[in-house]
Nanobody
Framework: QVQLVESGGGSVQAGGSLRLSCAASGYTYCVGWFRQAPGKEREGVARLFIGSGSTYYHDSVKGRFTISRDNAKSTVYLQMNSLKPEDTAMYYC?????????????????WGQGTQVTVSS
């Protein structure tokens, strides 16, 4: 079983940075970050394989966001730089214990509670 707790959200100006953290308990094969803005579908932002550190990003955040892990702390991070107003959303950490790890919500069985990111122009 897996429990996930996100932290690090907040309000920043466009061009600013935030680092989100996802503290995980239990075994995780991969961890993804997703976001959902009001009236929009939940979309995948980035994912990481815990064992290898291999990463994948949605095109909209590539070059601006970095997903990483600290296995000793059982924590996955999402460093968000050059933030834009369109990045405003509730951000969720999600984990899978095996199988596909695409940027699709159904691939992940375990979810955190979410942390709000608001970017003002």
């Amino acid at each position: 079983q897996v429990q996930l707790v996100e932290s690090g959200g907040g309000s920043v100006q466009a061009g600013g940075s935030l680092r989100l953290s996802c503290a995980a308990s239990g075994y995780t094969y991969c961890v993804g970050w997703f976001r959902q803005a009001p009236g929009k579908e939940r979309e995948g932002v980035a994912r990481l394989f815990i064992g290898s550190g291999s990463t994948y990003y949605h095109d909209s955040v590539k070059g601006r966001f970095t997903i990483s892990r600290d296995n000793a702390k059982s924590t996955v991070y999402l460093q968000m730089n050059s933030l834009k107003p369109e990045d405003t959303a509730m951000y969720y950490c999600a984990a899978s214990r095996g199988g596909y790890c695409r940027l699709l919500p159904n691939d992940y069985a375990y979810w955190g509670q979410g942390t709000q990111v608001t970017v003002s122009s």
